[in-house]
């Protein structure tokens, strides 16, 4: 049984508004304090307690300001020796060692501390920290080359200059980590040469902070070429745009900061003529020889120690069609202690690679023109690079108008050539560590890289780093270790580094043997090709020879006859004016 109720109001008893009116204050309860309920609580003293209705907020600030590094460098020199002893004097140091040897306190000194030092040293040797397991698998793998050619950018360095120069040559320092880049305009009348704002500085960057150049080079006129020395890697020489040598210490830096200006300079009559296209240290006992090559067809030999006159010079010349010589200007450098000290290879403005070995001197300064029969193998173009093989230091490469070209010293054509490419190459490099890969620049800003160890007629690689032309490039490292950085740069003054896979840095398996082996049987080829084709030329010019010798016999045999019938008919004639003579004798007597 459900049971409901409704409860009713009326509609007038609700839902009407509040009339509020002020009226008198009244009190209507008052509870007063009381200890009754006391015993129910716990006194808790102090005690302290806070209401509000604000919703309780924090702020807080984050510092976003870049922080200022800077690279700080220490330079170890050796120390501690007596005034009265110049450490620079081999004698002085081998007499005051001697006399130190013989002091009593320095025997006992070796004898205490030898043991010690001895134990030090076996173990540390026991256990090799720095030991790689497994790098033979690890070799295996790479030389399988499981991952196809490829590479990234890594970095770019931008000219700080405001007028566009071009990154005319890249040079990388002996340790690695830093790179000298030349800047300079080498088009011939180009109008940003009247720019005042026109910047001679060249500079050096640390291939970790692309931001800011670690040292600025100042130079009279802007520089087109730089090397670092390899056995000091603190000193670079430079060739200047109007002509001159310069030398820079890194240690020696002017104020302001970061700068370096020359401390030696070359005289301007005594030196080139038209902008130096390349410089090279060459080997000598106190490491201050270096070599220089122009556009002006000289080849001079200086001594950074003294710049006011070279200490040697030749004339690039070559036989002309009509006997005289010609003066061939020199577009590129290469001088590599390997192939031997004397040794060095120009490329010049008529696309002519000359070899140059100053132990036959005699025989024409040295110099030999590897130019074939008619001019055949020579570039279309000025020769932008040539560089020897880092391995194989036998034969070289020389890069000129479309393609790249591989050389032999003994050979007078070359013996590899590639494909024309689709647009001019400017520049190029081998690998340090890769015997058969070369890195070719080209003006539509590719780089091309070759593996003539798995290809000859195609690219391996191709990469675009920039829309403007390419102008030089160079790889970090040696044969022993690198290859994997490169730096390319363009007309713009960008240098772009790049960083390239495994399989085009890491030598593979038996590359060594086969390259050289290719290169031998190319050699041999263009060798046999170019005694054949001297063959020819002789039978061709004995069968000459013989057809025109018997020319001159038919020719006097010919000349003979007409003799013999000459005469017989001038007898025939004096007889027959003999016989009418005596007829007629005879009827004058009768």
Known sequence: MEVAYIYTKARSEFGKHCQFEDGETQVIESILPTDEYDSNYVQRNPCTKSVSTVPQVSETEVNTERVVTTNSGMHHVEGGWPKDVDPTELSDVARYRKKAEKDEDFQYAMKTLGPIVSRCMKQNNTVNIYQEYFAEEKDKQTNHCPEPPSAKGVAVFRDPSTVRRTATSIDWHPEGGRIAVSYSILNFQDDRLGDPSLSSSSYIWDITNSNTPLVELVSPSPLTCLRFNPKSSDTLVGGCHNGLIVYFDLRKQSAPAGQCKPIATSVIESSHHDPVRDVFWVQSKTGHHCASVSTDGQLLWWDTR???????????????????????????????????????????????????????????????VLEGSNGTGKHHGSVHAIQRNPVHTKFFMTVGDWTAKVWSEDIKTPIVSTRYHDAYATSGCWSPTRPGVFYVTRVDGFVDIWDLYHSHGEVAYSHKVSDAALSAVSIQGNPQKGGKLVAVGDVNGTVSLLEVCDSLSKLQQNEKASVGNMFEREARREKSVEIREREEKRSKAVETSRLSKERELLQFDKEEKQDLLLKAEEQFYAMIREAEAKEEAKVSES
């Open 306 to 368: 003294n710049l006011e006159a070279p200490t040697d010079a030749i004339i690039l010349p070559k036989a002309g069609e009509d006997g005289r010589d010609l003066t061939l200007g020199g577009s590129s450098l290469e001088y590599n202690t390997d192939a031997g000290a004397t040794k060095y290879l120009i490329g010049t403005e008529q696309g002519i690679p000359l070899s140059i070995n100053l132990r036959q001197r005699k025989n024409n300064n040295g110099i030999t």
